[in-house]
């Protein structure tokens, strides 16, 4: 086991080497395969087209592919797992045997950290690298250097789904939402923007915020965001999430349900009227701010007065004609429906 980072190291090294004249596969290989009958892949019958491999890699696929056959869990099926992985960050099957091998040979957990930093650059959206990752985290029960590396990787990329959804993942795993918390403001300063950040806040919130109070300190950080970039959509998405969404009779699945019961706490926004009073200054200071109009609508239609739906249809017709043209057939339709559905109150 002592020697397993060096074989590693070496194979990574020799594999990755771009020389005229480098030497074979079985040359460079570390370990006799002398008694391993290569495996050749069944192709079927001839087609008109086939893929071109690269001789070397046929041949190490080959050797892969009998040891697989053949059951074997040892030091060469586990360095040769790391060079199918090299060529092919995606190989399932090579991440199954690597697995199997680190459980049966008691392999050591650090070393395959490293090999993952590794083969890291370009392969940082491989699904199979980051659920090996999170089975040896696991294996050990130590993140401290998780938070880092999510860092690095998102540093390269900071709207990568994968490195997202591991912190998921490991915010879950050893309950980390007040430290994560934390730690993610420096994404909010980096790019407001980010998408990623306002959803994987949401993640963190969701159970944290469970009453009036809970949600009034977190509305001072989401408006000062807005104030900040005025025309992000992640912000005001993230904004309106908070709130119940008018339900139009349409959604009504049967009586006294709707659609949107999904177990967790949803606010009304009569209850923040500072909300209401934000999005209208918003408003005055850019009139055609489409976020802002379209989170005031909604506003308006949930108070259901014959004052607030004549106002809510008034925003509509701008949505529609200026400020949302690529959304006027889903502004055609809402407009449809308050008409449908509160008629009689309208013409009152």
């Known amino acids: 086991v002592s020697t397993q ?65 053949k059951g074997e869990v040892s030091a060469r099926v586990f360095e040769l797992s790391s060079i199918v992985i090299l060529r092919l960050c995606g190989n399932y099957n090579a991440w199954y045997i690597r697995k199997k091998c680190i ?30 990752r999170r089975y040896i985290i696991e294996k050990l029960g130590d993140y401290s250097k998780e938070f880092d590396f999510i860092a690095k990787v998102l540093t390269e990329d900071n709207k990568n789904y994968h490195a997202w959804s591991y912190r998921v993942w490991l915010v879950e795993a050893f309950n980390l939402r007040d430290e994560d918390l934390k730690r993610l403001e420096l994404y909010f300063e980096e790019d407001p923007k980010n998408n990623s950040a306002w959803n994987h806040r949401h993640f963190l919130r969701q159970n944290q915020i469970k009453t009036a109070e809970d949600l009034h300190d ?37 009586k006294g349900q709707t659609a949107q019961q999904e177990g967790r706490k949803l606010f009304n926004y009569a209850d923040f009227p500072q909300v209401e009073k934000f999005i209208r200054a918003v408003v005055n200071e850019n009139p055609k701010n489409r ?41 055609k339709w809402f407009s449809a429906n308050i008409e449908a559905d509160f008629g009689s109150l309208l013409k009152a």
């Open 291 to 331: 976020y802002a109009l379209s989170t005031l609508v909604i506003i308006l239609v949930s108070a259901a007065t014959k004052e607030s739906l004549t106002e809510a249809l008034e925003l509509i017709g701008t949505l529609q004609t200026e400020a949302d043209l690529i959304r006027t057939n889903y502004w």
């Open 5 to 69: 980072s060096t074989w590693g190291k070496s194979i990574l090294f020799l594999f990755s080497q771009k020389m005229e004249d480098k030497p074979s596969f079985l040359q460079k290989f570390p370990f006799d395969l002398s008694d391993v009958t290569p495996l050749k892949q069944y192709e079927g019958t001839s087609t008109i087209m086939s893929f071109a491999y690269d001789p070397e890699y046929e041949t190490i696929l080959d050797y892969f592919r009998a040891l697989l056959v």
């Open 103 to 132: 459980e049966e040979l008691k392999l050591d957990l650090i070393s395959e950290l490293e090999f993952i930093e590794d083969i890291l650059p370009g392969n940082e959206k491989s699904y199979q690298l980051w659920e090996h």
């Open 218 to 254: 977190e509305l001072k950080f989401i408006l000062e965001s807005i104030k900040l970039v005025p025309n992000n959509e992640a912000s005001w998405n993230y904004l309106t999430g908070w709130f119940v969404f008018p339900e139009f009779n349409v959604f009504k699945v049967k």
